[in-house]
């Protein structure tokens, strides 16, 4: 009796201390579930969801935000947030914007002022340029977040739809329409099974 | 022929699935080749290989010589572009592409002048004194793709240094229904081919150059024996059994070879390298005659054709022109497929140019390739799963792709599916499968895409973050050495003055005492009263004073015992008014004083 409450004191005691040592010497840096999140998130950094930046509202969903905050991530990052934190999928919150077509900036050059008002606002350094000189958007790498067009005093900033190229065309999903949906044709020379 | 020495017959394999449609390739393989007239007009897509567009060499107005160069590859995959024909450069602009999208595509607009006239051409006859660099280069510098139908530049294929390959392997199965033309090529220039396939084997060292050719074809199997014994060149033959897809690059290895290729590898995981007919002969006459892509051969095919066969094409040739002179009754047709029926698509404008990897063009009657009916839902018969030569899961990856689940149709494999179109093929309920598995993997690649220039975005603005905490940190230190170095300037600055001047520090005393003197008699009387508050108490006390004075008058005469008492307080009220009134005169001209002061101050 004494021995085994003995040896089970001991397991404890063994396992407890390798536990407390796992949790000290293997602790991961940061929250790892905020890294999730910020991954499903789109990274447009625009802050319409009311945050600086993706990782921002990343942080905030890890302690208890809403999801359904982020207009560019749209639908797809609603239910993908709503499969990692296992919470309802709810519908787009309209207060932040609706979701609309991917756009990049363009800036009108003949009318830039040279002013770095717009490097200074973007998020992700996608325009170039320097004082008194031309600055244009590095379209590779503009996320059309929308937040260089506000603070140009020329207004010169345009944000245009991101055009398809042959290379990123690809089929669309063939229509929802089967044969027993069609309403019968007037001249049905064949044997429709339906 | 038999058991000639150069000649040796392989065994072949087999492949899963596949499926035996109707041929139709008698229509378009019993007449030769036929040159087309020279267009008027021809466009050259920039785009029209696999890899990076092309980048033009030549300005509107330019005179170009047939195989000059006009617009040169960027980057490792990619092709150059010549001239087909001489002529002048008319346009460089976006112009019909034969593209499933629609889209149109830069192009250079090339008039022909007619003449035809070749640029100096410099045959290497002693390709092998060159070095293979010099050869790899030279079918670089030909501009030559595949022409099987991917129009994957050939150079490549012979850069990869690392794969040690033992068999060069023709593709000549050419299993697409009504396409004709690497059968009519084998027939006519198994030479070509042959002399092709010699300079590849000795680019790659390969041991072996096998030839995959089905059992359909038996003139082309005629022909490339009397070329091999005509050249003296040793082939192996695998004659496979009709079949489709039994052309597919991977497929034939498969019944070739018996060997699988790894997922996500290419043949050369193998020791295989496999090239088209058409490309072998190209490379030829790149190599050999100097002559560039710039023309190859087309199957113009179908009922509404009514002289169906192979034509060589100038690159560039729009397609209404090439359809024309086959005698295509528009009428007739139904639509134009560029590519096979199982295969191929639909051309969305016939302006659009045969391009490098054009290998047929099929125009049907309705009747005879009926226009897609709708679908009916999945029975769930299984007829797919035993017709993919890829040994998939069709159906799974149907369900997969139209719901958009995504990462489970990745499960099943869709990466490796060759879009065939066997499993339409056979599908009752006419479900078009191919479309969804291409839908699925066009997101799929987008959705990569998308993950990828996100990652970027998060790594730029996580920078852009670090960069500004670290301006933060940088200028507040700034501010703050600055502050220290101002305290000591000014520290320094005071003790200068502390030793110097010791005449400002006594001017600066007397102000200081003139000011508390004058201080001192503004305040005189009642203490912290303004002007008029002190007029007041003067008056108030005035007033008190005259009472009291009145008041002693009236008690002289009333009551003399009083007048002691009263002559006592009428006293002290006096005084009281005269303090007060020499108060208010003092007050008031100290004010005067300090109004002729302030403009002098």
Redesign the interface.
């Known amino acids: 009796m004494i021995s085994a409450v003995l040896t089970l004191l001991l397991l404890a005691a063994i396992f407890g201390g390798l536990l407390g040592f796992a949790a000290i010497r293997f602790k991961p840096e940061g929250n790892p579930i905020v890294d999730d999140i910020?991954n499903l998130?789109?990274?447009?950094?625009c802050g319409q969801c009311g945050h600086p930046?993706?990782?921002p509202y990343a942080t905030a969903i890890a302690a208890g935000e809403a999801i359904n905050k982020c207009p560019p991530g749209g639908e797809a990052t609603i239910s993908a947030l709503a499969d990692l934190l296992d919470v309802e999928a709810l519908p787009l919150d309209a207060e932040h914007g609706v979701e609309a077509i991917r756009t990049v900036a363009v800036i009108r050059e003949a009318e830039c002022i040279g002013c770095t008002k717009c490097i200074q606002a973007c998020?992700?350094?996608?325009i170039l340029g320097a004082a008194k000189l031309m600055h244009t958007v590095i379209a590779?790498?503009c996320?059309g977040c929308d937040l260089c067009v506000e603070p140009c005093p020329v207004d010169c900033i345009d944000m245009v739809p991101v055009a398809?190229?042959?290379r990123?065309?690809?089929?669309?999903?063939?229509g929802a329409?089967?044969?027993?949906?069609?309403p019968p044709a007037p001249n049905a020379s064949h044997k429709s099974?339906? | 022929m038999i058991g000639s020495q150069y000649i040796k017959l392989v065994d072949t394999g087999s492949i899963p699935g596949g499926i035996h449609p109707e041929q139709h390739k008698i229509e378009s393989n019993s007449s030769p080749i036929t040159t087309l007239p020279l267009p008027t007009t021809l466009w050259l897509p920039l785009?029209m290989h696999l890899g990076t567009p092309a980048e033009t060499t030549v300005q509107i107005g330019d005179r170009v010589l047939k195989g000059e160069l006009i617009a040169a590859a960027k980057g490792l995959v990619s092709a150059n572009i010549h001239a087909p024909t001489s002529g002048t450069i008319q346009a460089i602009e976006p112009h019909a592409?034969a593209?499933?999208?629609g889209?149109v595509?830069p192009a250079i607009a090339l008039d022909s002048d007619g003449l035809d006239q070749w640029r100096m051409l410099e045959p290497w006859s002693d390709w092998r004194s060159r070095g293979i660099e010099a050869v790899i280069e030279r079918i670089r510098l030909g501009g030559v793709t595949g022409l099987g139908g991917a129009g994957f530049p050939t150079d490549v294929k012979y850069r990869n240094s690392q794969a040690v390959i033992h068999t060069l392997l023709i593709n000549a199965a050419e299993c697409e229904p009504y396409i004709t033309a690497d059968d009519r090529l084998m027939r006519e220039r198994a030479d070509d081919i042959l002399r092709g396939a010699t300079i590849c084997q000795w680019l790659l060292g390969a041991k072996t150059i096998l030839i995959g050719i089905e059992d359909n074809k038996p003139e082309a199997i005629a022909a490339f024996r009397a070329a091999a014994e005509q050249l003296q060149v040793p082939i192996e033959l695998a004659i496979v059994p009709t079949k489709y897809p039994s052309g597919g690059e991977k497929q034939l290895i498969q019944l070739v070879l018996g060997a699988e290729v790894p997922q996500g590898g290419l043949p050369s995981d193998l020791g295989i390298v496999c090239q088209n007919v058409g490309t072998l002969a190209q490379v030829y006459r790149t190599v050999e005659l100097d002559e560039p892509l710039i023309s190859r051969v087309t199957t113009v095919t179908g009922a509404a054709v009514s002289q169906p066969g192979n034509y060589q094409v100038l690159i560039g040739t729009p397609i209404e022109v090439l359809l024309a002179h086959a005698g295509v009754q528009m009428a007739k047709a139904d639509r134009v497929i560029m590519g096979g029926p199982m295969m191929g698509f639909v051309v969305p404008d016939l302006l659009a140019p045969v391009v490098k990897s054009t290998n047929c063009l099929l125009v049907p009657t309705k009747k005879e390739l009926p226009p897609a009916?709708?679908?009916?839902?999945c029975i769930r018969c299984g007829l797919c799963e035993q017709a993919c030569p890829v040994s998939l899961l069709p159906q799974q990856m149907l369900w997969s792709?139209?719901n958009?689940q995504l990462d489970s149709a990745l499960l099943h494999s869709l990466n490796d599916c060759i879009e065939c179109g066997a499993c339409a093929y056979v599908c009752p309920?006419?479900i078009?499968l191919v479309?969804?598995y291409?839908?699925a993997?066009?997101?799929i690649?987008?959705e990569n895409?998308?993950n990828v220039?996100?990652?970027?975005?998060?790594v730029?603005?996580?920078?852009?973050?670090k960069r500004l905490d670290r301006e933060q940190v940088e200028k507040e230190a700034k501010r703050q050495s600055r502050a220290a170095a101002a305290a000591k300037a000014l520290a320094a600055k005071t003790a200068a003055e502390g030793k110097a001047g010791s005449e400002t520090n006594a001017l600066i005393a007397a102000t200081l005492e003139r000011v508390a003197a004058k201080k001192i008699a503004t305040n005189t009387g009642p203490v912290g009263l303004s002007l008029s508050e002190l007029a007041a108490v003067a008056q108030a006390s005035q007033e008190k004073f005259a009472k009291a004075a009145g008041r002693l008058t009236e008690a002289e005469t009333n009551a003399p015992e009083m007048v002691a008492a009263l002559k006592k307080a009428t006293g002290k009220l006096e005084e009281k008014y005269l303090s007060s009134e020499a108060a208010y005169q003092t007050a008031l001209a100290a004010v005067e004083i300090a109004a002729a002061d302030t403009p002098k101050s």
Do not use: M
């Not at chain 1, 998130?41 to 950094?45: A, D, V, Y």
């Not at chain 1, 990123?168 to 063939?174: C, E, G, I, Q, Y």
């Not at chain 2, 220039?453 to 998060?458: K, N």
């Open positions: 910020d998130l789109p990274q447009t950094q930046g993706c990782r998020p992700v350094d996608a590779a790498e996320t398809t190229t042959l990123a065309w690809h089929v669309d999903k063939p329409l089967i044969a027993t949906d069609k099974a339906a | 785009a592409f593209h499933e999208s889209f595509q009916l709708p679908d009916n839902p792709a139209k958009r309920s006419r078009p479309q969804y291409r839908y993997k066009g997101e690649r987008q895409e998308e220039s996100a990652e970027r975005a998060r730029r603005f996580e920078n852009r973050q």
